[in-house]
């Protein structure tokens, strides 16, 4: 059993940047995939990015290429998200998640922490 705390989030300017933490309990946080998440009011919960394990891997959506950053420190562990020049439509509740090794779902969630951008 995982579990995860999100925290970092909070209400920001158009432009301006966050960085979303997610630590997670347990000794073996290394062996799993990690993603951030993300569910705006009246849609659907859709993937953000995505980290492997190791860190060498990873996956952004397209539309926060070249703005956000997912990275991990395994020694803390602790996933980040690093949000830049943040834009209105980025306000949703941000979720991270764990995947078991070759489970090929996210097993594990955190509670979620709200993003705010206003305008």
């Known amino acids: 059993q995982v579990q995860l705390v999100e925290s970092g989030g909070g209400l920001v300017q158009a432009g301006g940047s966050l960085r979303l933490s997610c630590r997670a309990s347990g000794r073996t946080f290394s062996v799993y995939d990690m993603g951030w998440f993300r569910q705006a009011p009246g849609k659907a919960r859709e993937i953000v990015a995505d980290?492997?394990?190791?860190?060498?891997?990873?996956y952004l959506e397209d539309s926060v290429k070249g703005r956000f950053t997912i990275s991990r420190d395994n020694a803390k562990n602790t996933v980040y998200l690093q949000m830049n020049s943040l834009k209105p439509e980025d306000t949703a509740t941000y979720y991270c998640a764990a995947s078991r090794p070759v489970s090929g779902n996210y097993d594990y969630w955190g509670q979620g922490t709200q993003v705010t951008v206003s305008s």
């Open positions: 980290i492997s394990g190791s860190g060498i891997s990873t």
